[in-house]
């Protein structure tokens, strides 16, 4: 019984072939889909501040760009005004800038601010009332 060695070359071609489409899918399976593309580590993603500039900045490495931001109150203590975001993220295009801010919606519209968003337009806008205090916030993406 002789081996065939064209079939061996096959076999072995198809083998390979296999493997790596079944590592692929593997892996594609565990990838995020759709504009919520990125996982934080906490449970209901919702990032302060300094965690909310790490993860746009590691998305952007990455290629990406805020879709969406929601906004809300973290502590309402006088004083101690802390806010907590979410994103959604989509692929963005080449040469695009972004800018995106939450905070009070008077201090969002002051001049200071606005300074930071020249030639961007915005994209997307929210404002959110805390139900105990009615402070508001507001959160919004700026766009080139």
Known sequence: MGIDRQDS???????????????LAGCMTHQ????????????????????????ASAMSAKGMMP??????????????????SKFTWKRAPANTRY??????????????????RVGLRRTFAKTVRDPATGQKVGCSIWVS
């Open 9 to 23: 070359k096959r076999a072995g071609k198809t083998g390979a072939a296999m493997a790596a489409l079944m590592l």
């Open 32 to 55: 995020p889909t759709g504009t919520d593309a990125y996982r934080t580590s906490s449970i209901d993603q919702w990032l302060t501040t300094d965690d909310a500039d790490k993860a």
């Open 67 to 84: 879709a969406t931001i929601n906004c809300r109150f973290a502590d309402t203590t006088p004083g101690k005004v802390a806010y907590r």
């Open 99 to 116: 800018h995106w801010e939450v905070g009070d919606p008077a201090y969002l519209a002051s001049k200071d601010v606005a300074s930071s």
